[in-house]
């Protein structure tokens, strides 16, 4: 079984700061296509941001500029780092990999819980 488990979501003002970290843990050989997606009241979840194996990334429109995605296979983490928070971010943020086990020789896609964010004033 594989997990994840996003921390570090929070309250924070308008052009405040946070960064985001997510954990897999089980019997993984290799993680690939990581990202984050994010759902705000009354939205559809959206991609925020992905990094592939080789750490090719790709954003959002909106986060263009001010958030970044990395990732650290040693300790098979992603992260996102997110600057210059606006109140249009606020949204619970959804850590996505794709993760090969030892038991499987394809990619498996899992989701973590989700950490609320909140930008206000």
């Known amino acids: 079984q594989v997990q994840l488990v996003e921390s570090g979501g929070g309250l924070v003002q308008p052009g405040g700061s946070l960064r985001l970290s997510c954990a897999a843990s089980g019997s993984i050989v290799s993680m ?13 979840r959206e991609l ?5 194996k080789g750490g090719s990334t790709n954003y959002a429109d909106s986060v263009k500029g001010r958030f970044t995605i990395s990732r650290d296979n040693a300790k098979n983490t992603v992260y996102l780092q997110m600057d210059r928070l606006k109140p249009e971010d606020t949204a619970v ?14 990619a498996v896609a899992h989701w973590g819980e989700g950490t609320l964010v909140t930008v206000s004033s």
């Open 93 to 106: 943020y959804y850590c996505h990999a794709a993760i090969t086990t030892i038991s499987t020789d394809y």
């Open 32 to 44: 690939w296509l990581m990202g984050w997606y994010r759902q705000a009241p009354g939205k559809q």
């Open 48 to 52: 925020v941001a992905t990094v592939t």
